[in-house]
Nanobody, 125 residues
Framework: QLQLVESGGGLVQPGGSLRLSCAAS????????IGWFRQAPGKEREGVSC????????YYKDSAKGRFTISRDNAKNTVYLEMNSLKPEDTAVYYC??????????????????WGQGTQVTVSS
C-alpha cells in the first residue's frame, strides 16, 4: 500500500527553523520525484521544492531559495525539507507528494500522483 507520511511540523518563532520529514512506502522511489507543497489559509496550494529521488536533482520555488533545503535519505526512504529563517508568511499546511514528472514541472504545476495528509507549520511570536 502506497503511503506518504509527513511529520515535523509545529509552532516556531520568526527566524527559527524546522525540519519536515516525508516517509514513503509502497513505491519504488527511484522512479519518482518527491516534492513539498504548502497551502496557507485562504490561499491556493503552491509548490515549495522538489527532488528527483534517483540522483538528487532539486528544484526550488523562489519563496524557498536560500532558506529551505530539500534532501533525501535512501536508507530510510525519506525526503526532508530543512526550513531556516522562517517567516510568518511560511505558515501553512505542508504536504509531500510523489510524481513521475520532472522536478520543475512537478513543483510548478503541482503535477503529482500521490499526496500525504499534511503537517501544520505555524510561524508566530
Amino acid at each position: 500500500q502506497l503511503q506518504l507520511v509527513e511529520s515535523g511540523g509545529g509552532l516556531v518563532q520568526p527566524g527559527g527553523s524546522l525540519r519536515l520529514s516525508c516517509a514513503a512506502s509502497g513505491l519504488i522511489l527511484d522512479y519518482y520525484a518527491i516534492g513539498w507543497f504548502r497551502q496557507a489559509p485562504g490561499k491556493e496550494r503552491e509548490g515549495v521544492s522538489c527532488i528527483r529521488y534517483s540522483d538528487g536533482i532539486t528544484y526550488y520555488k523562489d519563496s524557498a531559495k536560500g532558506r529551505f533545503t530539500i534532501s533525501r535519505d535512501n536508507a530510510k526512504n525519506t525526503v526532508y525539507l530543512e526550513m531556516n529563517s522562517l517567516k510568518p508568511e511560511d505558515t501553512a499546511v505542508y504536504y509531500c507528494a510523489a510524481s513521475l514528472y520532472d522536478v520543475q514541472t512537478m513543483c510548478s504545476v503541482m503535477a503529482a500522483s500521490y499526496w500525504g495528509q499534511g503537517t501544520q507549520v505555524t510561524v508566530s511570536s
